[in-house]
Every structure is written in C-alpha cells, then in structure tokens.
C-alpha cells in the first residue's frame, strides 16, 4: 500500500506538470517581436572567386570578375567587382568599371563605396558612389569625383557620363588642362 501512494505522487507531479504546459500555450501568446523580425532574405546563390559571362545575340558583351557574390530574390551584391567590355563597334576600345562593394538590381549597378571606371583611351574616373545603367550605358556619380584624361585632371562634384553621346557633366568642376606648345607639353 505504501508503494502505491509514492506511485500516486509522482503520478500526480507529472499530471499537473502536463497541466500547467498545455496551458501556458493558451495563456502565453507568441512574440511580435520574433515573427517581425524574421529574415526571409536568405541569399539564394552564394559565389567566391568568380567569373560571369553577360552574352548578348552574338558575342560576349561583359565579363564580370569578383571575389564574393550573393544573389537574393530582388537583388545582387558583388565584392571585389570588376566589369570589363570590348566594343568591337566602336575603334575596338575596352572599358572597365570596378568596385570593393556593387548592388545590382537589373539593369542597375549601385556602387555605394565608390567606383573606378577606365577606358582604353586614356580616360578613367574616380566617383565616391554612384549608379551605373548597363543598358543607357550612362553612369551618374554621387559626391566626389576625380577625372583623367591625356588632356588633363578634373575634380567636381556628381559626375554624369553618358557613353553612347560621350558626354560629360557634373557639379563645381575644377580643372589642370595640359596644352601642348612647340617645346613640348606644359601645364
């Protein structure tokens, strides 16, 4: 008789135990602050010392080199970003855009710490930031600005280059431009 009252004790511990959890599920409502803070933006493709190739119909039109890559569902972010282009249609001239961070979201290229772009002809530029539109072929810089040419140096502020019209703007330029005289060249 006696092992059957410690019995009902323990059996009792355990019913009330089972009691009071499937209460605190009615009593206790689930944290707001959990389910708003869930992060659904899980990288889909994660790359590392890559190589991509953009082909249109019938060459290669851009080769993008980086050292990291993660793509989400509405968006890219490349580091270590490289963008080279070989425009066969134009005097065969390459071009080269880069970058240590790059958000893409379609045809856009954000550069938000800075971008370089080069091209063969002696001209390249520095920008503090700005955004690239692969299809306009038109980049527009935020901040700063540094640009070099053989002709000479420039510094202003939210450069705009259009590609295709070879057009320059931007904001409180400055400029050193070399002439060239018979003795040689002089700044």
């Known amino acids: 008789m006696k092992y059957l009252k410690s019995t009902n004790s323990v059996l009792n511990f355990f019913l009330v135990l089972l009691v009071i959890t499937l209460c605190s599920f009615f009593f206790f409502a689930p944290s707001k602050y959990l389910q ?25 039109d851009m080769k993008i080199e980086g050292s990291k890559a993660f793509q989400f569902s509405d968006r890219e972010i490349l580091y270590g970003f490289l963008a080279s282009r070989y425009n066969t249609q134009s005097k065969n001239t390459y071009e ?32 503090e930031g700005g955004v690239y539109n692969y299809r306009k072929e038109i980049f527009k810089g935020e901040g700063d600005f540094i640009f070099n040419t053989t ?13 295709k019209t070879q057009m320059i703007k931007a ?7 070399i002439l060239e005289t018979k003795e040689g060249k002089q700044k």
Do not use: C
């Not at 659904?40 to 082909?55: G, P, S």
């Not at 502020?157 to 590609?163: A, G, P, S, T």
């Not at 904001?171 to 431009?177: G, L, M, N, Q, T």
């Open 96 to 127: 080269y855009i880069s970058g240590d961070e790059v958000i893409k979201k379609g045809d856009m290229y954000h550069f938000p710490r800075g971008a370089i772009y080069i091209k063969s002809d002696g001209g390249s530029f520095w920008s």
């Open 36 to 60: 708003e803070n869930k992060n659904n933006d899980i990288a889909k493709i994660e790359l590392t010392n890559f190589n991509m190739y953009q082909v249109n119909n019938d060459f290669v």
């Open 151 to 163: 002709e000479g140096y420039f510094e202003g502020e939210d450069i705009i280059y259009n590609k």
């Open 171 to 177: 904001k409180d330029i400055s400029s050193k431009i």
